[in-house]
């Protein structure tokens, strides 16, 4: 993929991380320590912060969030080292990517729609479980048998590869390999990880019904495109990975290093999340909603909680980041 594919790295000391949004309403306390968390993992590696804006699904989207947010990381002094991006002026390299993999044999149209893939696992015995879709059973993945494509889904049934992923990105040291049809990768906090694509989530959505592009083709084109070397995010997006991996072997761009940090909960035991009620950060007092992200991150509080500046405050945060994660991927 010419356009997306970055540069290799010049050496050890090389990084580029991001904080992604999405511009579905204002920052909560859940989305602050995936903020923070990206932020501080730059900083201790000597490195740029960027920020993206995940605005490919447009219907979720609130007019003006995009700016609210940029303003809200402003005022918790997480100012990105580049202007930022928006993911809804990018169609045309998500365009790119999509007719690439179609050539390589590794997307087909699907005719399907939710009522097809349920009734189908329905037949199978298989019921939906809360809060996880089903795996897409492939109905078309050999022919539309006369339907119409309403969307394009990602081979992963058929890209089975035997032998060690090549560690032409950034996660060299990472354990990734595809063995038994099951991918194996590190992640840096919560260790070794593994799924089977194919069976837990079946072949999956790249391009929408609705004329959408998914989540998954984007990111993995614009981490790519940005020479993302790591990505710091929340733990509720760690079983995304696998299937961005493929993608990027796919497309033949690096695997960036992941590290997916904790969630912050509600009393309901959930996820915090905007869909659930995740009420906007009150930042009357920056430093102490972002003291208490860092207490979510698991790093000690601020030696003198009442005389700190925000700047002392980072300070204190990026060198206790360091120590508790090495300073190295």
Known sequence: MTESAAPEPSGAARYIGRFAPSPTGPLHAGSLVAALASWLDARAHGGQWLVRIEDVDTPRCVPGADQFILQQLATCGLVP?????????????????????????????????????????AALGHARERHAALPYPGTCRHGLRGRTGRSWRFNATDFKQKQALPPDGYASSAINSIANNTLHWHDRRLGLQQQDVARSVGDFVLHRADGLWAYQLAVVVDDAAQGITDVVRGEDLADNTPRQILLQQALGVPTPRYLHTPLVCGANGEKLSKQNGARALDLADPLQALSQAALVLGLPALEHPHNNHLGDAQTQWVAAWRRHYNGSP
Request: proline content about 7%; glycine content about 2%; hydrophobic content about 30%.
């Open 81 to 121: 080292d580049a202007p930022p991006e928006w993911q809804s002026a990018r169609s045309a390299h998500y365009q790119r990517a999509l007719d690439q993999l179609v050539a390589q044999g590794h997307a087909y149209p699907c005719a399907c729609s939710r009522k097809d893939i349920e009734d189908a696992q």
